[in-house]
Each structure stands twice: as C-alpha cells, then as structure tokens.
C-alpha cells in the first residue's frame, strides 16, 4: 500500500512540474520551422568523370553548406539502361508525395522521362540541367531547361589549339556521332578551318571504351596531331594516357578540370592537360538552388536557356599549370577570343540551329573544312 501510495505521489509531482513547465497548462509554443529548401538530384549514375561527377559535386556542396538547403542523390540507372519504367518509378517516387521543392534530372538520353514526370505532376518544379532538345509542345511550364554554348566552347578550343600546334595539325576524339555530340566541335571545325589549321576527327562510338580510346588517339599522333581535345567520357582517359606518352603532345580535357581531377593521383596524365573545357553544370545548378530558395525561381519556368561564356556556363580551366605552361602572349589571344565569342562579335556556327535537313546537308561540310581524315 505504501509502495503505491509513492508512485501515485510522484506521479503527481512529475505533472505538476510538466504542468509549471508550459504555463499552467497552456499549449506549449510551437518550435520554430527548421524545415528548409529540398531538393532531388536523379542521376542515371555517378563515377563518369565527367560532367555528371560535376553536377554530384556541386550538389553535394550545396548540401554541406549552412543554407538552409538540403540535397539528395539518387543514382537511378547504373546500367545505362534507359528503361522507362524504371525512370517513371523514380520519378514516382521523389514527387508523389510533395516532399521536394525541387526535382532535378536531364541529360538526352534520359530527359524524356523528365518531361513524362513533368505532365504528371503539374505542381512540381524541375530543372533539367542539360537539354538537347524539348517537347514540341515546348517547355513545360513547370520546368527550367538550361544546356551549354558548346559551339562557342569548341571555338575557343580551336582558337587555343591553332595557337599551341608546332605540327600545324590537331585533333579530336568525340564519343559517338550525333548532333548533340558534334555540337562540342561545330566550332572548332569552324575557327580550324578559318585559320588554316589541318584536324584529325575520330568517332570511336564509345564513353567507356579506354583501350579504345589510347588507340584512337596513337593513331592521330602519328598523323602529326600534337593538341588533341577528347569529348568523350571515360574513354577519354585512353586518350589522356597515349598523350601522356609523347612530349610534345598536349592533350585538353573536357567537361571538368582535369589537371586537378588526376594531379594528385596520376601526374604523368596531369601533366599533359594544357587546359580544361569546362561545362560549368555546377555554377548553373548553385544559381537555380539560390532562384528556389529566394523565390525567384519561377521567373525561369516554361524556358530554355543556354549558358554561354558570358554567364560563366562555359569556359577554359585557367589553374596555375595553364599560366605556367600556356605562354603569355597565346593566353591573351585566347582571352580576346572569349570576349568576342561573348559579345557576339564573333558568330559561331551551331549545328543545333540546323534543321534535320539542314544538318545533313550543312554538318559534312563544316566537319570535313580542313579535316585530315
């Protein structure tokens, strides 16, 4: 009897002080809002080294910083397999239920699904952080497409290429032949040709195929190419280890710095990395995470826009080993080019202007200008 007598006392007293605790029983204040900006990153996978390793990083970053903005990746499609079912699930999955304030995905081979996604739920925001082409409807009024001044990109590559050469001969390893892939070169070919400088082109219809590529690239080598520019993901590395074999060869990479990406762990291949072609999905993604967070994300819905030189979408990875190795007077040169390209006072030629028709007449002409192979 005592012993329940106790339990009941202190049971009393811990609810009189819950009861002191709020007030006198008042409902306690409501705890503030830590719920902040939530965003989803669907990525096919990660580990390409290329600009899908960027735009990881990049949201990555977001999410460590103090921003009050929170990032997650998902890697849907490790296999490259393109199945709808399995992008739709995805999709499903990240928007049914309204939690993220912003859902975001792209590329060509998978942007159809995006679009799918976008007709399903008409409440959720989407960015497509790389678009080759849009609906025929146009761009859904709930989504951001953004892409890449590629063809400026290939100018100015070309312009550095041409000025670097002491063979007077340069190249390129593209991954396959398509127009969104040869929009990277529309403009190389164009200044190329324009400057008189011959190229080497090699489409060995592969991203991953590395053996592949170092062999593409031996080859163009002993066809006097001394600047060699790979557009080609993985199998890019090939091309990065047969440059690397050859002093007299520079190699530029592509989508993110490579020099920094293999500095610390292969420095022979850094070591032939002149530069870097940068497709800057990171800038433009940190932009679109501060449009949502500030509100003014809305602005953007329902267009398409490419990020040029001028917004920084694109550009050359000026680090210390390009000051170190590119000589003044060439990285003044190249500096011009980009201020021309930017304001326009130079025109350069995109393939993806071109109707299909136009394409299959014009790109033959444009790519075999002053073309060695």
Not at 39 to 61: K, M
Not at 275 to 292: E, G, I, R, Y
Not at 300 to 317: C, M, T
């Amino acid at each position: 009897m005592k012993k329940l007598l106790t339990i009941l006392l202190s049971l009393l007293m811990v609810l009189g002080l819950a009861a002191c605790g709020n007030g006198g029983g008042n409902e306690p204040e409501p705890t503030e809002d830590k719920t902040g900006i939530n965003i989803a990153v669907l990525l096919p996978f990660t580990g390409d080294q290329s600009y899908f390793d960027t735009l990881a990083q990049a949201a990555r970053e977001v999410d460590a910083d103090d921003n009050g903005i929170s990032v997650e990746i998902f890697e849907c499609d490790p296999s490259g397999a393109a199945e709808e079912s399995n992008w739709m699930g995805w999709f499903d999955n990240v928007c049914e239920d309204g939690q993220y304030d912003l859902v975001v995905s792209g590329n060509n081979t998978y942007e159809g699904f995006l679009y799918k996604a976008c007709e399903k739920y008409p409440d959720q925001l989407f960015y497509n952080f790389d678009y080759s082409a849009t609906p025929e409807t146009g761009v859904p009024a709930n989504c951001y497409c953004v892409n890449w001044a590629l063809d400026d990109l290939g100018y100015v590559v070309g312009a550095l290429s041409a000025a670097m050469t002491k063979t007077g001969t340069v190249g390129v390893v593209v991954g396959m032949d398509f127009a969104a892939m040869n929009q990277f070169i529309s403009g190389y070919c164009q200044v190329l040709t324009e400057k008189g400088v011959k190229y080497a082109i090699s489409y060995p219809n592969s991203f991953t195929d590395t053996a592949l590529g170092k062999e593409t690239t031996e080859a163009m080598i002993q066809k006097g190419a001394d600047v060699i520019w790979q557009v080609a993901g993985g199998l890019g590395n090939g091309v990065i280890d047969a440059c690397s074999e050859h002093d007299d060869v520079w190699c530029i990479g592509v989508d993110q710095d490579q020099y920094l990406q293999f500095k610390d762990t292969n420095e022979a291949w850094a070591n032939t990395i002149l530069t870097s072609a940068l497709k800057n999905t990171n800038v433009a993604f940190k932009a679109v995470c501060d449009m949502v967070k500030n509100g003014t994300y809305s602005e953007k819905l329902g267009k398409a826009e490419a990020w040029g030189i001028a917004l920084n979408g694109v550009g050359l990875a000026e680090n210390d080993f390009y000051l170190a190795n590119c000589p003044e007077e060439i990285r003044n040169e190249v500096a011009a080019t980009l201020a021309k390209v930017a304001s326009g006072e130079v025109e350069v030629i995109d393939c993806l202007d071109w109707t299909a028709e136009e394409y299959e007449v014009n790109w033959p002409a444009l790519r075999d200008g002053n073309r060695i192979d």
